[in-house]
């Protein structure tokens, strides 16, 4: 069976003016990931990641420590909801200051974008969202040879609505699976013959005992 390893960017900016660059942490973690990744021994036939900053970053970073010859291929579907756009609809006014507000205000506007529907005011709806992330993974199970592994350096929605569509409730793994995603979190799906099957989510023992610092959320 061929592997695909999903794996959260790390820190990124909250509160900042851009939010979209990691944070020296977030760094930290992306050095941690690709010494994960590493110590598993998993040889990986095509690496990707989303356009946005974060997602590179983490990537390039990991795959120094890595030492993969194999190039990043970047693919903005892997890319997050714009959560500005979302919240700026569906939670109005709300300021990026404490990360418990927000994070209480935009499970609300999550909630509201989904009801919406291809009704909805933003500039992606929810039907358009899930249809490009579960285009990615087909897309990106299609190329893979028998046996071929691959890493996906994205955002905790994508991630969270992949593993709730495998599942078959991709609304419910936005919802509930997004609030717990750590940033370098690692989630694994196998391919086969039967299809893509979620075999773990969320891994982060790599942020554990000495490295417990460096558990995030946000």
């Known amino acids: 069976m061929g592997a695909i390893y999903l794996v959260r960017h790390g820190q990124a900016s909250f509160g900042a003016e851009n939010y979209d660059q990691l944070s020296p942490r977030g760094f930290e973690q992306s050095t941690v990931?690709?010494?994960?990744?590493?110590?598993?021994?998993v040889e990986f036939s095509q690496v990707r990641s989303g356009s946005l900053a974060r997602q590179r970053d983490t990537a390039a970073t990991a795959v120094k420590v890595l030492g993969s010859g194999v190039a990043v291929v970047e693919d903005e579907r892997w890319n997050e909801y714009d959560h500005v756009d979302i919240a700026k609809y569906h939670a109005a006014g709300v300021q990026q200051t404490d990360s418990r507000a927000y994070q209480a205000a935009l499970d609300g506007a999550l909630s509201a974008w989904?009801?919406?529907?291809?009704?909805?005011?933003?500039a992606e709806t929810w039907p358009r969202f899930l249809e490009r992330v579960k285009g990615a993974l087909a897309d990106?199970?299609?190329?893979?040879g028998k046996g071929e592994h691959a890493v996906v350096f994205s955002s905790g929605g994508v991630i969270a609505t992949v593993c709730g569509a495998l599942l078959g409730t991709p609304e419910a793994g936005?919802?509930?699976l997004n609030r717990v995603t750590v940033n370098g979190g690692i989630t694994k799906l196998v391919s086969g013959r039967g299809g893509v099957t979620l075999l773990s989510f969320n891994e982060h023992p790599h942020f554990e005992a000495e490295a417990a610092e460096l558990l995030t959320y946000r």
């Open 140 to 144: 990106l199970v299609a190329s893979l």
């Open 114 to 122: 989904v009801a919406a529907g291809v009704a909805g005011p933003c």
């Open 174 to 176: 936005l919802l509930k």
């Open 33 to 41: 990931v690709g010494t994960e990744l590493l110590r598993r021994g």
